[in-house]
């Protein structure tokens, strides 16, 4: 008995241990009617981990070009701007939502769980470097310390991103009219940290996003000519 | 493996590759009439001149005035907020002045938004020309 608990324990170990961390970044709008099928997906992903060799990292990254009807109040331009620069990663010729990128490396529309499966499941086989992440929250403001070693890379650029935990709108206008609209890994603010090619050990203090419940500190490294994401890690406050 | 069958049947199923120029326009002319043809490609909707109701933007077709073409206000043959398929946009032309020798060239300006039934794509703009002169049929 005690021999199979501590096989279970070390097999649950080595899974946990395993785990490929992958980023989902979701770019989405609450005044777009194809988009609220993407941000379930996304949830039930965030929410059930269904992949036994990854760890899902959730970006709901919310796009300004939406916002003529119904404001989305998590929407930016910048966001819009990082949609575009995959647009070119990817050689396509304009944006669109619901768009779903994986680790920077596929993408597809957003609703669909089969290129969800698919993608999620190339991913896993690509290794990540370790990236180790601590953060801590004092009054508006977060401390965080990021580090890592052995990139080996010709130019990437190390990102900082908060997110909500999760939100509900009420949306009142625009094609969504009517509709209670429910988010997961919503962007408050995504930041370029600095550029690296081989190892970087970074302390940040940044402004805490006003009236969050529930943040998610999100650090990764991104390949500045592929756009790959070569390292990331998560932290819930 | 349960919880991620349960997942993938409760989302699109046969999602295809995203159009993303998926309108063609064509215009062409005479001294007294522009017609502006829209080919909307396969499971995509345009939305019409009509406002739509809930917030999509509406099509605009803005001809561009000049000496010899005053403000026109481009009509559709229908009333429906969505067009599909193929359409014409018959816009009459009464020009104030002779058309001159060297020819009469038109801007037309386009801003429209279109989506499938799985993704929608953002506010586009196009800026057609048009060239007309005593040959033009």
Known sequence: MKLTIALLTLTLAASAQTKSPILLELFTSEGCSSCPPADKLVESLDKQQPFNGADLIILGEHVDYWDGSWKDRFSSRALTNRQWEYAKYFGLTGVYTPQLVVDGQSEFVGSSGPDAKAAITKAIKNHKHPLTLSAKATGNKLHASVSIEGLGSKGATLYLALADEQATSQVTRGENAGRTLKHVAIVRSLTAVGDLTNSLTKELDLNLPSNYSGLRVIAFVQDRTTGRILAISQEKL | ?137
């Open chain 2, 1 to 137: 493996m349960r919880r991620l069958a349960l997942i993938l049947l409760a989302t699109t199923l046969g999602a295809y590759a995203p159009n993303l120029n998926p309108v063609q326009w064509k215009l062409t002319g005479t001294p007294t009439k522009l017609t502006l043809h829209a080919t909307i490609a396969e499971h995509y909707k345009l939305y019409s001149l009509t406002k739509p109701k809930s917030g999509p933007i509406p099509l605009e077709i803005k001809v561009r005035e000049t000496d010899w073409v005053p403000r026109i206000k481009p009509t559709q043959p229908t009333n429906s907020p969505t067009l599909e398929g193929e359409i014409d946009f018959e816009i009459p032309l009464k020009l104030a002045k002779p058309l001159p020798n060297e020819g009469l060239t038109l801007h037309v300006d386009l801003r429209y938004q279109s989506c499938s039934d799985q993704i929608c794509l953002p506010p586009t703009k196009r800026e057609l020309e048009i060239t007309l002169n005593s040959q033009s049929k």
